[in-house]
């Protein structure tokens, strides 16, 4: 290995540790008590060398954004790709992301710690970068939609609207895990995730003999 290619993974290795640890505090501490400072220390650099990499801590959470974004996107087109049913390919994605709350939760956590933030804390550059990962998911499933309202499956509906309203349905049903050990019965929790998904079915299946 030659020198550049040495320096050019040492640099790779030290950005994933700033972001691991930058990651692990956020989930920790929340968003206030996270500072590039505490990064610094955990993750053994200076300070200086964490402004080498990002300008601010929020440029930092940005790129944690992105790269769940990026992850879950992947993960969302490999569930929609494939010879399958609008329908079929629906319930793919349903259990896609599923899984990937399950699988990736570190990267969940962060998109959900953000979703749910009363305030914006990313200036219109880095939300617009966000944004445009986010909608990749969305553009899929709407997608979909639309393959199934062109093939006679579904009602003639606006697709990106029925996306979004199915998307925070998946995500709004992943949130009810939290209550397994409450109001929710062990392995109950699947099963409602796919009810809640059948019944948007419901609403948006043409019946085959009106196809």
């Known amino acids: 290995m030659g020198v550049k ?7 790779e290795q030290r950005k994933t540790c700033i ?34 990499y990002y300008k601010n801590k929020e440029e930092l959470f940005a790129e944690l954004q992105v790269e769940g974004l990026e992850l879950l996107h992947q993960t969302i087109c490999r569930a929609g790709d494939g010879e399958l ?5 629906i319930r793919s994605i349903a259990r896609a992301y ?36 986010g909608n990749a998911s969305i553009f899929i499933l709407t997608a ?18 029925q996306a979004i309203i199915l998307w925070g349905t998946f995500h709004g049903m992943i949130q009810l895990k939290k209550l397994e050990k409450t109001i929710l019965s062990q392995n109950e929790h699947e099963s409602l995730y796919m009810e809640a998904l059948d019944r948007f079915l419901d609403g948006l299946r043409i019946p085959e003999n009106s196809r």
């Open 5 to 11: 290619e040495r320096r050019e993974r040492e640099r």
């Open 19 to 52: 972001l691991d640890t930058a990651r692990a505090l956020l989930l920790e501490k929340g968003l206030d008590a996270t500072s590039i400072n505490q990064i610094a220390k955990l993750s053994e650099m200076s300070v200086g060398s964490i402004y080498f």
């Open 85 to 89: 049913t609008p329908e079929d390919k």
């Open 98 to 133: 599923l899984r990937f709350s399950e699988e990736h939760k570190n990267y969940f956590d962060i998109i959900n710690y953000f979703l749910t933030s009363p305030v914006t804390i990313f200036p219109p550059d880095l939300k617009d970068r966000i944004d445009s990962h």
């Open 144 to 161: 979909v939609l639309q393959e199934g309202i062109d093939r006679g499956y579904f009602k003639k509906v606006d697709p990106r609207r």
